[in-house]
C-alpha cells in the first residue's frame, strides 16, 4: 500500500475515534438534560433546577474514592477558607473510617471551638445536633459541623477506649488557624519552640499545611536557632493541606534530590518536586526526628517520607495513616462550587508508595513507618493521656488580663498529674537527640 495512503487512513480512524467519543459524551449530556427538563416539567411538585442539579452532580462522583466529591455553596466558599486558615465551623480535621463506616476526628485545631470544649483525636461522633450519621453519606455529616458564626452544634462522640456516649455543645466562629506551635507559651502568650524539659532540643509541632504555614515554620526555625542539640518536628496528628507548603518545608532541610513525584492513571509521572540547590536553613550537622502517629496523614506523610529517605531526618512514634492521593479542584458556576476529584497519587524519594488502598495489608508498603528501633505503638489510654496532657500545656497560663501581676492560673491535683505525665513517643525523640550527641 503506498505511504500516502496509509497516512490518509490512519487520518481518517483517529479524527472518526475523536468523533465517535464526542458524540457519546454529548449523547449523555443530552440525556442529563432530558432528564432534567422531564423532573422540571412532569414532576408532581415543583423543583427547583439548582437541587436538581447538586442533586445530580453528588450522584455523578459517587463511584469515585472518599476523596472525590462536589463541593455545593457555601460548603465550597468555608472549604476555601479553611485551607487559607480562616474559616466558619467549629475547627476539627476528621476523616471517614470506611471499614466501621464512622466519622472520626483526626484531629480538633488547636485554640477553635472543639479543640476548647473537649473534642479529642481519634473521637468517633455518633451524631450532629441529635441526627444519628450511622449510613450518613459522609460529606453531609460535614455539612452539619459547619453554619453561621455563633450558632451552636452538638457532637454526640465515643472517645478512644470508651463506651458511653458524651454530648459535647460549642459554638460555630470564624477561625485564624494556628498551624504552627512550640512546647509552651513564653512571655507575652508567644510560642516558645524548645522543650521546656530540655532547652537544648527545638521542638516544632505542625498541626496543618496550610496558607501560611511554610512561612510560619521558617520563623520558628530562626527562633530555635543552630545552638541547639537537636531539633524535633511533631507531625502527629497532622492530617495534611496543601503540597506546596510540604515541599517548601522540606526544602529547608536539603538541597538536591526528589522530595515527592506525582502519578496520574497509569502510573504516569506527572510532576518530580526536586529540592532547591543553594543551601539549606537547617544545618545539616544538627540531629532532627520527625515524629508521626496513626493520625499523621498526607501532606505530613511527604514531609517525614522526604527527610527520611534524604537519610536528614529519624522517623519515631507509629506508622502513619497512608493518605497518599492528590486532589485537585475543579471550580464550576463562576468558582461557585467545584468538584474535588482524586487526580494522582504520591510517591516517596525512594520510589515507594505511599497510599493504603482498602486491600492494602500490613506487609504493603504504604505510609511512613519509624526507623527500625525507634517504633512505638500507643495503645489507647496512653494516647489519651497523651492527648490530654498535650492539651494542658496548649493552654497559656499567665493572666494577662492584669499584666503587672501576671499571676499564674491554678491547677487542679488531676491537671497536675496529667501536666507530670511523660510523653512516652516524645521522650523516644529526645533518646534520639541524645545518642546522636554522644
Avoid at 486558615?85 to 472520626?104: A, K, P, T
Avoid at 520527625?290 to 517520607?305: L, Q
Avoid at 513507618?369 to 492539651?391: C, F, M, N, S, Y
Amino acid at each position: 500500500m503506498p505511504r500516502g495512503n496509509l497516512i490518509v487512513i490512519c487520518v481518517a480512524f483517529v479524527t472518526a475515534m475523536i468523533c465517535y467519543q464526542s458524540a457519546a459524551q454529548s449523547r449523555y449530556a443530552l440525556m442529563f438534560q432530558q432528564g432534567l427538563r422531564t423532573i422540571s416539567e412532569f414532576y408532581v411538585r415543583p423543583v427547583e433546577n439548582e437541587d436538581l442539579f447538586d442533586a445530580a452532580m453528588e450522584g455523578l462522583t459517587a463511584p469515585l474514592d472518599q476523596n472525590s466529591v462536589y463541593i455545593a455553596p457555601p460548603r465550597y466558599s468555608n472549604f476555601r477558607r479553611e485551607l487559607g486558615q480562616e474559616f466558619g465551623g467549629i475547627g476539627v480535621h476528621v476523616d471517614f473510617d470506611e471499614e466501621n463506616r464512622e466519622m472520626v476526628i483526626i484531629t480538633p485545631l488547636a485554640g477553635a471551638p472543639a479543640y476548647e470544649a473537649g473534642i479529642q483525636a481519634g473521637d468517633v461522633v455518633v451524631a450532629i445536633d441529635g441526627v444519628d450519621l450511622n449510613g450518613e453519606d459522609f460529606d453531609k455529616s460535614l455539612d452539619r459541623l459547619h453554619g453561621e458564626t455563633g450558632t451552636s452544634v452538638t457532637l454526640t462522640v465515643r472517645h478512644i477506649g470508651q463506651d458511653d456516649l458524651v454530648d459535647i455543645t460549642m459554638d460555630r466562629a470564624n477561625i485564624m488557624v494556628e498551624s504552627v506551635m512550640g512546647d509552651t507559651h513564653g512571655e507575652g502568650g508567644k510560642w516558645d519552640f524548645h522543650l521546656a524539659s530540655n532547652p537544648r532540643i527545638g521542638y516544632i509541632r505542625v498541626d496543618s499545611f496550610g496558607d501560611r504555614t511554610a512561612e510560619d515554620f521558617e520563623l520558628a526555625l530562626e527562633q530555635v536557632g543552630d545552638d541547639v542539640d537537636g531539633l524535633i518536628i511533631d507531625m502527629r496528628g497532622n492530617a495534611g493541606g496543601y503540597l506546596t507548603a510540604a515541599i517548601q518545608m522540606v526544602d529547608l532541610f536539603i538541597d538536591q534530590g526528589d522530595i515527592v513525584t506525582t502519578r496520574t492513571r497509569n502510573n504516569r509521572i506527572r510532576d518530580i518536586y526536586e529540592a532547591s540547590s543553594g543551601g539549606t536553613l537547617v544545618r545539616q550537622d544538627l540531629p532532627v526526628v520527625v515524629m508521626v502517629n496513626r493520625f499523621s496523614a498526607s501532606a505530613s506523610e511527604i514531609f517525614a517520607a522526604a527527610l527520611q529517605d534524604h537519610g536528614r531526618a529519624t522517623v519515631v512514634g507509629e506508622r502513619s495513616f497512608g493518605k497518599g492521593t492528590v486532589q485537585s479542584i475543579f471550580p464550576l458556576d463562576g468558582n461557585r462550587r467545584a468538584i474535588k476529584i482524586t487526580t494522582a497519587t504520591y510517591w516517596r524519594p525512594n520510589g515507594s508508595n505511599i497510599h493504603r488502598f482498602p486491600d492494602s495489608k500490613e506487609e504493603d508498603d504504604w505510609g511512613v513507618a519509624p526507623d527500625q528501633g525507634w517504633e512505638l505503638e500507643l495503645d489507647d489510654e496512653t494516647l489519651t493521656k497523651v492527648i490530654k496532657a498535650r492539651r494542658l500545656n496548649d493552654v497559656d497560663r499567665t493572666n494577662f488580663a492584669n499584666p503587672e501581676s501576671a499571676t499564674e492560673r491554678e491547677v487542679s491535683e488531676e491537671e497536675q498529674v496529667l501536666l507530670d505525665f511523660e510523653d512516652p513517643q516524645l521522650q523516644q525523640a529526645i533518646e534520639v537527640i541524645e545518642e546522636a550527641n554522644k
